[in-house]
């Protein structure tokens, strides 16, 4: 075998692999795309979803930011899917180069959000939202954004407390509300299809059990959200996996391209 034809040989399997290397590059990208359209509908949703979850997001600040971000980062990963799929179909060099910095600086801040909310996971235990609800919900005023997320959040999921309704002794809302024992939020309503009405909201207010809701909202809200909670944290081990696998097929293209 000539050396001509043995570097033809070598120059056909680099072409074969460069060419492999492109096409995965497109499929983990156009993952990437789906993956940045999914968060932007999922954003979406969230702002015109019309069964009552807006209204806790809109009185909650922290949430209300959260599906901002939601959607900023969905149309960046729509954005860059769009660039690493063009790049790696044209082998465009700039393009590539664009898109492997993009991502590795996303790349790099999910991390570091993840590394944050391990840090602060203490700020999400039932003791930390017990003695906040103690501290600051006033019952009635909902011009109060904490007091007005607490009252969407114990009619949307038909709870009263964090943990039960004991959690409003020596509360703040029993200091504005000598009567009660409870929030008229944590009252029961009529079962029948399209009525709203309190079934005994005095008999509820005074502490009747058999009138009002007795499940803490933290049990009801993490049963509610707990396969989307497993759903969300798989899904950002798979976006962070497609990401790094993005990076590498994107820096393994530049190279070779002449």
Not at 228 to 255: H, P, S
Request: glycine letters at 8%; hydrophobic letters at 50%; charged letters at 15%.
């Amino acid at each position: 075998m000539g050396l001509g034809e043995a570097s033809a040989r070598g120059t056909a399997i680099d072409g074969d692999c460069l060419s492999c290397v492109k096409y995965l590059m497109f499929v983990f990208n156009f993952l990437i795309f789906l993956g940045g359209s999914f968060l932007l509908g999922v954003g979406v949703w969230v702002l015109v979803d019309p069964t009552g979850f807006r209204e806790i997001v809109a009185a909650n600040p922290l949430l209300f930011t959260g599906v901002y971000i939601i959607l900023v980062m969905g149309g960046m990963l729509f954005l860059l899917g769009f660039l690493g799929c063009c790049g790696a179909i044209r082998e465009n060099k700039c393009l590539l180069l664009f898109f492997f910095m993009l991502i590795l600086v996303i790349f790099l801040a999910e991390l570091a959000a993840a590394i944050l909310a391990f840090i602060f996971r203490e700020h999400l235990t039932r003791e930390y939202f017990t003695k906040e609800l103690k501290k600051h919900y006033q019952g009635y005023n909902n011009t109060d954004v904490f007091t007005g997320t607490w009252n969407a959040i114990m009619n949307t999921f038909d709870c009263c407390g964090v943990n039960s309704p004991e959690d409003f002794e020596d509360s703040l809302f029993r200091l504005i509300n000598h009567n009660e024992l409870v929030p008229a939020t944590c009252c029961r309503r009529s079962s029948q299809p399209g009525d709203s009405a309190l079934v005994s909201q005095d008999d509820c207010l005074r502490g009747n059990m058999l009138f009002r809701n007795n499940k803490g909202c933290y049990s009801a809200v993490v049963d509610y959200f707990e396969l989307y909670i497993y759903v969300a944290g798989a899904l950002a081990i798979v976006v962070l996996t497609i990401e790094l696998f993005a990076m590498v097929f994107a820096m393994c293209l530049f190279r070779g391209i002449q």
